[in-house]
């Protein structure tokens, strides 16, 4: 009971806390709205009251921004959101788009038409209307975040059963001790003096509760035939067929041992901490071509590089390199290190200490793989180096996220935002929802036939460069089973062509 209790008030606190943090969270979002929405209000004051184009400009630039702002904090808002907030912040949400489109009308009527016209626009009590059910909103909003964050007090009850379960745990806890103290330990103590008597040799007249018929008297019969009987000899007898059978079992473990060790395919080599060799497998002596009769008498590590020498794979200090090796062995510290030899191959050497002060390292020729990868460096590097100099603006998505892992250069000037931006995020989450389905893609990727052939023209909306006209191509990266992991899209920006094209035929 103490138990549960525990585990439904932790889970208690748990759930205020979350709900605290996301109430705190909600009311800090409310006040920030608030606050936007009358910053926006007095950018469309200084746009009403201004009288030079110039200021006018300023009021409505500042009021784009704080829009841009509102619309930032509703996304991140929006994630925030748990169930039972949704109805009421869909109906916010709503509001405040409407009201950030009726400013964006208002600042565009007042760069583009007057100030009137703006004025017109905005300074009406349709309008005021709207921003005073907005506001109410927002407060019914941050209402039920306070009252959500002044909730808990009825965990205090949970406490009081709590301290109740606890001090009855104590009590039946001291009584159960009491018990056992009484009942059990006592006589067990009684009976083990009986058998330390009786290993020192003294002779006991009577072993005691042998009345009893629980497992305390059983025990005490136990004792007293341990008392009549000597067993000496049959205990040695037994432990030498032990001895004998363990002997045995050893060398087949060890036979298996040595057959395991050798059909490894990398090398391996165990030293003392003397360098003194204390097992050295086949794939070992191959790797440095070294006989096979070096282990039929006790080696060393000077040993095996003097037959290194001899076969070419060893030019360097035969002293400098054991001292070395010595100190690593007496460091103990697991160590990962390459060698390359004259014959070009390359070995990866892993070595850790062992029990007792013994060093085993493993030696593997991964030569290929090397080469791999310095190919694969430099087919890296080239595709970075091609991706970033490309006129061209290229997305990577994550097909299994939809979310971005790669841009170049020329999508951060097309988009008119840094990559940190982009990278990590959705096309839904950076864009409006008709450019992002458009640089989506089609839900069913092409065929490889078709791969990056298909071109379709579009008009998209990007976050620093506004409206833009560009030829649009979606490459599927597919693996060697046809599965698509990633979808490439290249982006050609011609708007600037377009708009020369025009401006050549309008003069023609």
Not at 59 to 81: C, K, M, V, Y
Not at 347 to 375: C, K, N, Y
Request: charged share 25%; hydrophobic share 40%.
């Amino acid at each position: 009971m103490l138990t549960g209790v525990a585990i439904y008030s932790l889970h208690q606190q748990s759930t205020y806390r979350d709900q605290f943090d996301t109430s705190a969270q909600g009311a800090l979002n409310a006040e920030k709205a608030n606050g936007l929405i009358f910053a926006v209000v007095m950018e469309s004051r200084g746009v009403y009251m201004s009288t030079d184009p110039a200021a006018v400009q300023r009021f409505t630039s500042a009021l784009l921004q704080r829009n841009r702002e509102l619309a930032q904090l509703l996304d991140g808002w929006q994630r925030s959101i748990p169930a039972d907030d949704q109805k009421l912040f869909d109906t916010v949400r709503s509001r405040v788009v409407d009201f950030i489109r009726f400013r964006n009308e208002l600042a565009r009527l007042a760069t583009t038409v007057s100030q009137g016209a703006a004025r017109e626009w905005g300074d009406n009590d349709a309008n005021r209307a709207v921003r005073i059910a907005l506001n109410e909103d927002l407060a019914a909003l941050a209402t039920i975040y306070a009252n959500r964050a002044r909730m808990g007090d009825d965990i205090g009850f949970t406490k009081l059963v709590l301290i109740a379960l606890g001090v009855l745990a104590v009590s039946v806890t001291f009584m159960t001790l009491f018990l056992l103290k009484a009942l059990l330990v006592t006589p067990i103590l009684h009976i083990t003096a009986a058998t330390d008597s009786m290993a020192a040799g003294k002779p006991l007249i009577t072993i005691p509760h042998l009345t009893r018929t629980d497992e305390i008297g059983k025990l005490a019969a136990a004792v007293q035939q341990l008392q009549k009987v000597f067993r000496h000899n049959e205990t040695l007898r037994k432990k030498e067929r032990a001895a004998l059978r363990e002997q045995a079992v050893f060398k087949d473990n060890e036979a298996h041992f040595v057959a395991a060790i050798n059909n490894m395919a990398q090398g391996l080599v165990i030293l003392n901490p003397q360098t003194n060799v204390v097992l050295m497998n086949d794939a070992y002596k191959k790797i440095y071509k070294l006989p096979d009769t070096i282990t039929d008498s006790p080696c060393s590590l000077s040993d095996i590089l003097h037959h290194r020498a001899e076969a070419g794979l060893f030019s360097g200090d035969a002293p400098s390199h054991i001292k070395a090796i010595q100190a690593r062995i007496a460091l103990g510290k697991p160590t990962t290190s390459f060698l390359h030899l004259k014959d070009g191959r390359w070995i990866r050497i892993v070595g850790r200490s062992m029990p007792g002060g013994d060093w085993v390292a493993t030696h593997e020729d991964f030569t290929r793989l090397h080469q791999v990868e310095q190919m694969l460096e430099r087919i890296e590097r080239l595709f970075g180096t091609v991706a970033e100099n490309i006129g061209e603006a290229i997305l990577a998505r994550d097909t299994s996220t939809d979310r971005y892992v790669f841009v170049n250069r020329a999508a951060e000037v097309l988009f008119g935002m840094p990559r940190s931006a982009i990278i990590g995020r959705t096309a839904r989450e950076l864009f409006e929802t008709d450019t992002a389905d458009t640089l989506d893609g089609p839900t069913k990727p092409a065929q490889k036939s078709d791969a990056g052939s298909r071109e379709t023209v579009q008009t998209i909306m990007t976050p620093g460069n506004g409206r833009r006209t560009a030829g649009i191509r979606h490459i599927p990266a597919s693996d060697w089973e046809g599965v698509t992991h990633c979808v490439v899209t290249l982006i050609d920006d011609r708007t600037g062509r377009l708009m020369q094209t025009q401006t050549r035929e309008l003069a023609s």
